[in-house]
């Protein structure tokens, strides 16, 4: 009885690592090569239907081939990567030493750098390479980009150089492989300097501001509009001056948002009990039956 606990504990110790090695996202991944994920490839109207990565799902992946070395850490304008919203790291890649580490990953659509976001697993790999643990975009057209980074260029020193000595240009890093020049994300230091948001670049960065409020002379602070001559007071339409102060107004169809500067369509919807009698003649179950209407206002 003994001899067969101890031949079965020693069975499962000698598969434990066999198993674990198996695991490892560095040798076991799945290659993304089409050319459409490099930052490069563009749509329009005449070129190009845009594209959905509704394929992946919760696996590792490695970019590779036309695609590009890696994911791209700044953010990538719309109608970029084969797609209407690509999606970019949000944040640096790992060294070997850090294992896997989760990472914010954001779409980028109508001006918004991160209108949609999601939590993916990076880790690099012996060789200079990185593998994403991907997840599935919850709505389409989004597509994960890849990029090419630069390499970097060889110190040109006095003496005897070592094969190491390499620099990279302003707003990049050397990475792991010891060749390639990563985007360095100003962003993850301090937020950038910037009061409010700040927004990775390719080799650079910018400070945002919320509704309402404009980036001061040093380009990191923000400053509460103050009047419609600067930026039209943050309206999205009309501004009007009053007295000290000023507003927004909307033209005719649409209302002012909770934020009190974006126009938006307003709707409401009404029961027939709100409605005159003499407007309907069918007879009608009126606690069960709604109407819709379009409201239109208009501010003098």
């Not at 919203?85 to 779409?107: F, M, T």
Request: charged fraction near 20%.
């Amino acid at each position: 009885m003994f001899q067969y606990l101890f031949f079965c504990i020693c069975f499962i110790i000698q598969l434990q690592p066999v198993s674990l090695m198996a695991l490892d996202p560095c040798s076991a991944y799945i290659s993304l090569n089409e050319p459409w994920r490099n930052t490069d490839h563009q749509i329009n109207g005449s070129h190009g239907q845009p594209t959905c990565d509704s394929q992946i799902d919760g696996e590792w992946y490695r970019f590779t081939g036309m695609a590009g070395d890696a994911m791209p850490t700044f953010c990538i304008p719309e109608n970029h990567c084969g797609t209407h919203a690509p999606i970019w790291l949000n944040g640096s890649h790992p060294r070997e030493s850090d294992g896997i580490v989760p990472r914010q990953a954001c779409a980028s659509f109508n001006g918004n750098c991160c209108l949609w976001n999601t939590t993916i697993d990076v880790k690099a790999c012996p060789g200079g390479y990185y593998v994403y643990h991907l997840t599935k975009p919850s709505v389409c057209f989004h597509a994960y980009c890849g990029h090419f980074y630069d390499i970097c260029d060889v110190v040109d020193c006095q003496g005897s150089c070592l094969d190491s000595d390499c620099t990279c240009s302003l707003g990049t890093t050397l990475g792991p492989d010891g060749q390639t020049c990563l985007d360095e994300n100003e962003c993850e230091q301090n937020n950038g300097g910037c009061s409010e948001f700040c927004v990775n670049l390719k080799n650079s960065y910018r400070c945002e501001c919320g509704i309402g409020r404009t980036l001061g002379s040093d380009g990191k602070t923000c400053e509460e509009i103050e009047g419609c001559h600067n930026n039209n007071g943050g309206c999205s339409h009309t501004c009007i001056e009053v007295e000290d102060t000023y507003q927004c107004e909307c033209p005719r169809g649409l209302v002012l948002s909770e934020d009190n500067h974006t126009c938006q369509e307003a709707r409401a919807t009404l029961s027939l009990e709100d409605l005159p009698s003499e407007l309907y003649s069918i007879p009608v179950h009126r606690e069960s039956f709604l109407l819709t209407r379009t409201y239109s206002m208009h501010m003098e």
